[in-house]
């Protein structure tokens, strides 16, 4: 993987013992159609046959991620739109389990799923553009919870869940969705300072410390598949919920 595709808009980077992944899915602000998620997780097999010790997730754009490509959905099954979402989980999991050290840059929005990815991540920084939300139960979906909660809390998580309200930057701070906020040259220079420490850790102590530090319960993937099956009609949830309607109450979380 090199250069920007434009049927994926992801591009993989390898320097030493540092991979990096940028998003430039440009005019879907980094959606994740099905194109996208299989790039995403190529992309961490890739880094992790490269022996990279480190694993950046960072975004071309003015949005870190837009989450589910609600539009590529348009005309989709149910069962279809489940496989997806599945796939998602699939890629959350992947992130939260390699051995590499992972790092998400989120720089402007990061929207439902595309907020899942930053979260599935070791570290979180933010520029001050910046900003998070979580709408998917909207639709009926349980994605990333699990995770969400073992950052924020339970009450925050199933608040921020099922409102869907957004988080700016400093917000994310506070609530333990984002670890720092860095702007322009920091960025880099701070990524680098994680990139010198962690790169001098033996790659089975990084995925060691990772198991070790864990309190997070391995059903998360679970939890997303019983609520796509418990879903009356997810097909035309999904519809309801890109075309601004309020979601009826049956079938709905």
Known sequence: MGALTATTGVDLAVTDDVATIVLARD????????????ALLDAVEEAEAEQCRLLVVRSGLAQFCGGFDLESASGASSAELGWRFLRIGLLLERLQSTAMLTIAVV?????????DLAMACDVRLGTPRASLRFPGSAFGIVLGTRRLSALVGPAAAVR???TGDRLDADEAVRTG????VVEGEAVDREIGRIARSATT????????????????DPSGLADLARSLVTQT??????????H??????RGTA
């Open 27 to 38: 005019g879907r602000a980094n959606a994740l159609d099905e194109p996208t998620v299989d």
């Open 107 to 115: 720089d402007g929005p990061a929207v439902g799923a595309g907020a």
């Open 160 to 162: 921020l869940a099922s």
């Open 177 to 180: 969705l984002l670890d720092l």
């Open 201 to 216: 850790r033996r790659p089975a102590t990084l995925g060691a410390l990772k198991a070790s530090a864990s309190q997070q």
């Open 233 to 242: 009609d997810l097909a035309s949830a999904v519809v309801r919920f890109a």
């Open 244 to 249: 601004g309607a309020r979601p009826t109450r």
